[in-house]
């Protein structure tokens, strides 16, 4: 029976086809969200993107009037999440989300890694920064950047500090600060911030660079000091902590963003809409109510030719410092 | 308030219907994960965190801590039934508990690991209450040398691990450090035995190890053999723990219960050790250690209290400081943090209510996976005596969905495949699994702590013997080290000659 009327049907289904992909390609956006659109957060669950994203997605979903799956694809540091997204369909049914570091540092400590930032991404919007800050416990003699400032030039090479990982903002911060003071740090990575908190406490290290959210309440319970703040201008619920751009080191003043990319090629009304929703997300009060009691996110919506440059850029400058690191490739 | 008031407040807390069905619910979705090989309890957490923003903070808590105890009294099933642990922190648990249900008694089995999670749950709440406070600053006092001195503490016990040859059992200690080596060096970014494949780049993962080297080569092993004999003895000798397995359990179940809670305090410190450290202990004890691997409830008991009660150790440092010790600790702090609450030293101050409504529904929850688990004991039993032909698929399917969940890669199921292999061959060539991935745990942290150590000390290795708590591991480790050589010649030569 299949022999018979096999050629016929064949030409039938061809002709199914190639008809459902021309109007698929031009009718896409307009019908675009039509399903469950991925997205990938390239880190186990538990860390700040993924509990960010989770907290806001039912506000996302509804201003993109389609059903979102977070699906966690960890490894290499986020770089094989960011990787198999680069490598998907265009469709805008698989984004990826995540902090900056698989895009901005993982591509000059990764050796072959598997994406051109700046060619197989593209960039759809960032949505929220992660400040970070300087840390000493509140046992420490350094009482300010100034005191660690001149501490540091005294002991070059004397201060530890504890970071949460080799090629992580907060080791390029370190470095950067390092030749923006012309002082001497000796960076120790941890595997992850959790390692950190205890051992800066228990005095094991004399200082870290961490994200604020984990340690507000430390703060708050006067376990912690903080020196300076790296942000674009002092967060909300630390008006009385500098930033380092203030204090004169205007290098080391980075903050990690988090954003939404898809892979390159993807429809221009499809990133537009994207770029809308988001924008909306980010003003709604819930929305904003929500992130402030996360505690250390800061909102910082851009669109996705603002966030492209912005990552490279920040490359650029890490690029200057990491073939002075061990471990780069 | 004093303290029993406070609790008696908690309870108020907890004993509300909403709470209670909250907690239900959290401890059933636990068990169901725990029972999944490879489902930690981490992705179910932050699946439902979304859903905790619509409900109060305590009843937000309450449930999701449900999961995370819920996942350690459902890991053992699959462990003791078809030899696959559902969490690492059950592998001890096959080395007894699957020969145990070869015997016919996976009841006893299942049923003293449930009793001995509740048990140390019940135990380790009472620690927590009342010795919270001082016990996170005690932990702070781990610094990198003292991880590593426990580190080395913790390999030298390694070969009371091995029930065969003690030689046999140092190779797979020095294979298991080396699968340790793998991947991106945390110190330096460089990668190591890498070869560009992308999947390695994290290290081989320990979820997928663990199932290939125990549930997929046992598979492996039964199917060659399935035509031959019947796999497990089809009479089911009772279905609860006897009087006599009772007596054998108490000891191990009460020590593995404080000594899962001091280990699970220390940050950093897998849920996985403790359970070793457990099995060891009960193996030394005991009068019979020649027994231990063809089916002790001794080693069933202790590692399944110790694993509840590191869980509940985890806490500690998360509710003291606010520092997340793990994965799933890390989504209750940002469940809080959603809720505006400031987990952390003010916690009991400003929020009392979810910190003692947490605290009694931790016991709440205990109570009802005990009376959740005991009824279902019956019916994974029931499993067993699905022809081997049926079940090995399906065991084979499971083996498959737990390796690709942990990261959603199609990568690992291969790495899981390739251990599945390498442990069919181990176990041909009687090499046992058990060393191996204990060093594979504990290698990768010695390795970074005595690393991070050096970079502190620029370069000294004094600090390891001026520090009291790394001096006194290391000390303890030699002494370990030497006891067979000025107690036991005899036993070592014995062992050693069984090794030729």
Redesign the interface.
Known sequence: MYNRTGKGMRVMLFVAVVSLMLSGASQAAQDYPKGTIQIVIPF????ST??FW??I??FVANNIGGTLA????????G??GI?FVANSKPDGYTLATGNSDPLNISPL????I?YDNEKDITYIAKTAIFPFAIIVRSESPIKSIEDLVAFAKANP?KL?CGVA???TTPHMIIEMFNRDAKIEI?P????GG??V???L?????DLTVLSI??????Y??G?VRLLALMAPKRPAGFPQIPTIAEKGYKASNIATGIGLIGPKGLPQPIVKKWEDAVEKTMKEPKVIA?VD???GLVIDYKRGEEYKKEILVEYAAFKKIVPTL???K | MDVFGQLYFGFSVALQPMNLLYCFAGVLVGTLIGVLPGVGPAAALSLLLPITLYVPPVSAIILLAGITYGAMYGGSTTSILVNIPGEAASVVTCLDGYQMARQGRAGPALGIAAFGSFIAGTITIFMLIFLAPTLASWALKFGPPEYFALMVLGLSIMVYLARGSVINALIMVCFGLFLGTIGLDTMTGVPRFVYKITALMDGVGLIQVVIGLFGVSEVLLNVETAFKQEIFETKVKGLLPNREDWKRSIGPIGRGSILGFFLGIIPGMSVVIPTFVSYVIEKKLSKNPEGFGTGMIEGVAGPESANNAASTGTLVPMLSLGIPTGASTALLLGALMMHGLRPGPLLIQESPDVFWGLVASLYVGNAMLLVLNLPLIGLWVKILKIPYHFLFSLILLLCIIGSYITNNTAADVIIMAVFGLIGYLMKKLNYEAAPLVLALVLGPIMEAALRRSLVISEGGFGLFFTRPISASFLITALLILLSPLLLKKKRLREELRAGD
């Open positions: 186990a669950p538990g860390g993924d509990i989770r907290s997605g039912d977070f699906v966690n694809k960890a490894g290499a540091g770089v094989s990787s400590f990764t050796p072959d598997p090479g530890k990982g080799v090629g000796t120790v990575p941890f595997s959790g390692e908190v205890p051992n406490l228990g005095g094991h290290i959210a984990p340690i507000k309440s430390l708050a319970a376990k929500t009691k996360l505690e061990s471990g780069a």
